[in-house]
């Protein structure tokens, strides 16, 4: 599944998606030689959801993370399939369905939303 920009953690918790993290550092710091960390996770969707919110943007997640290894901050996030849509669909999570409509609203009315 392509990274949607307007993707919200709301959408993504409904879509059935897991969040990866991944350290990049030694391949992003310039000139200067550094050991690669190399360092990568599943991320706890859940506690995710529960201390940013429905409506926070996935690609500013990167942003917030810090490597538990290293110490880096370059970090890249992929979003994989992983969980079964239909159990999260079955949670009634309100605020994520908003994100959800959001979205298609904005689609409908042919704004970019970016
Ligand atoms: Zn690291």
Sequence with gaps: ?????E???GMAFLAGLQPHVRCLRG???GPA???PCGYSAELDFETLIWTR???FPCWRLEQRLKCPRC???SLAVAWHPGAWKGERMARDLVQCAKEVEKTERARRKGKSGV
Excluded at 1 to 5: K, N, Q, S
């Design 1 to 5: 599944m392509p990274t949607d920009i």
């Design 7 to 9: 993707m919200t953690l």
């Design 27 to 29: 391949r992003r710091m």
């Design 33 to 35: 030689k550094v050991e």
């Design 53 to 55: 919110g429905a409506a």
């Design 71 to 73: 110490g880096g901050t």
